[in-house]
């Protein structure tokens, strides 16, 4: 349902009777700089203003906004108008202002010279220089206090000596010398006899 019909209901609810030739309520309709076209009841503060589209009016949001005809229109709340006049020349001169900085800061940023970069890469084989001797120096410094550390473990722990025998003597335990052959014994000893 649109703005206009719930605006002609509530009336009708509320008694108000309408003349035929002012049945509708007409809306007032501007078009913005983009050439968007809002229309409200009144282009005043305080009154809700919406986007036309082809289906429906969309609240406008929240922004600053400039119609065709120079004036400034502010809305802090969704579909609200908080201010409308003409536009002032204050936003201009904050962005002359910011085109001056710009502008300024260009000259300072001027094109480097062959000797400017001849200069930065100087500085710059510098710079990897150090960083390459710091990693080297990192690195034998570590291995030194790896070894250093390795040599302190070591001499925490005892010291083994090795110990040989002095006599390497194998004994010979012969079991069962002084009883009888048996059958499989004399018959294991003739196997060992046997030359081939």
Known sequence: MKATDMLNKVKEVIGLELSEENQEIKLAQATLE????????????????????????????????????????????????????????????????????VEAAEEEMAYATKEDLAEVKSMIDEIKAMIDKKDELSVEETVEEIVEE?????????????????????TLNLYSQNRGTSTIDRVLQKISNIKK
């Open 34 to 101: 983009n050439g968007t076209i809002i229309e409200a009841e009144e282009f005043a503060e305080g009154k809700e203003v919406f986007i036309v589209t082809e289906d429906e009016k969309v609240a406008l949001p929240v922004g600053d906004y400039t119609l065709e005809d120079g004036q400034a229109l502010i809305i802090e709340e969704e579909g609200i108008i908080k201010s409308i006049g003409e536009a002032t020349e204050e936003a201009p001169a904050e962005e002359e202002v910011e085109a001056e900085e």
């Open 150 to 170: 390795v040599k302190e473990e070591f001499s925490k722990v005892e010291k083994v000596n090795h110990n040989p025998e002095a006599s390497d003597s194998k």
